[in-house]
Nanobody, 122 residues
């Protein structure tokens, strides 16, 4: 059974950092892509970044928000731990959202985690 569990969210001040984790079970990262998505209050869910478990290649969707996180957010994976990370630096209030990880072929999400709340506020 595919299961994804996010952790690492919280409340931080602007300029701070967080590292989100997505622990996968029921499948092996080596053969799938894992993406991070976010849903801000009152907005639709959108992609942040994705990584191929096989190649380690990363992908940022061509959206305004994804463009804004380049250089601040880094996605990575530890296949031995079946875990994908999202290192978030220089956080801004507009990064406030529920962050989800999802697994699927070619970064198309098929199964989702429950999400973790990230709040950036002074």
């Amino acid at each position: 059974q595919v299961q994804l569990v996010e952790s690492g969210g919280g409340l931080v001040q602007p300029g701070g950092s967080l590292r989100l984790s997505c622990l996968a079970s029921g499948f092996t990262l080596d053969y799938y892509a894992i993406g991070w998505f976010r849903q801000a209050p009152g907005k639709e869910r959108e992609g942040v970044s994705c990584i191929s478990g096989r190649s380690g290649r990363t992908y940022y969707p061509p959206t305004h928000y994804a463009s804004s996180v380049k250089g601040r957010f880094t996605i990575s994976s530890d296949n031995a731990k079946n875990t994908v990370y999202l290192q978030m630096n220089s956080l801004k209030p507009e990064d406030t959202a529920v962050y989800y990880c999802a697994v699927g072929p070619s970064c198309v999400p098929k199964s989702w985690g429950q999400g973790t709340q990230v709040t950036i506020s002074s």
